[in-house]
């Protein structure tokens, strides 16, 4: 799907798609307290990709590192 038509998409609880993901990663985080190293291999992500989703949240405002 393009990009623009997944930013539509709600979940079944009226959430967008970026704001679930944003919530799983924390949580994710949160569990492993804060090894990104884990975090990584349980969310299928690369390291660059963390880095990159934890600098947007800490830049609007979702995050404080």
Known sequence: F???I???VKSEIGQD????ER???LKVLTEVNGNRTKAVEI???SAR???HK???YKESGF???
């Open 23 to 25: 919530e799983h990663i």
């Open 63 to 65: 995050l404080n590192e």
């Open 6 to 8: 997944l930013h539509s």
């Open 2 to 4: 393009p990009v623009t």
């Open 49 to 51: 990709a963390l880095r």
């Open 43 to 45: 969310l299928g992500i």
């Open 17 to 20: 798609i970026e704001s679930v």
């Open 54 to 56: 934890l600098k947007s």
